[in-house]
């Protein structure tokens, strides 16, 4: 693995010549899996303290804005790696404050464990069924 630093911003981020930065072609090897990120809930994702690959964002806003403008920040990544949907989305300060408001506000429950059943039909462990947690939990 690569050196991770923390910068001037109090973010962490892999070096630019670490396999972190081909995504999850640094893991697999493909051609075709270079730049390719797995992405993650919406839902508490303002609970995060950074944001993009690499943690390159420190507020949700500024991940907005990033989609809009549908730049890549590596211009090492070819073009053909960039999803179809990343493309510059023309919204308005409005709309970009209006999305980001949805993420800080409706998209945050601090209780989510008043979801997490007590036990499943199945008798599987919630919410992880690997043999650790089964050893841990308790359950089949």
Known sequence: MSDI???????FKADETSVEVLGRGGFT????????????????????PF???GGCF???????????????????????????????????DSEINA???FLYRGLRDPNLQRYAPDNLPSGKCFPNNDYLSRLHLGCD
């Open 99 to 101: 999305i980001t408001t």
């Open 51 to 53: 944001y993009g690959h």
């Open 29 to 48: 090897g493909k051609e075709s899996d270079k730049y390719k990120f797995k992405v993650p809930q919406l839902y508490n994702l303002a609970d995060s």
């Open 58 to 92: 420190t507020r949700l806003r500024d991940v907005v804005v990033y989609k809009n403008e549908g730049q890549a920040q590596n211009l090492a990544v070819p073009e053909s790696q960039l999803a179809e949907e990343f493309k510059h989305l023309g919204l308005s």
């Open 5 to 11: 630093h923390h910068n001037e911003n109090n973010v």
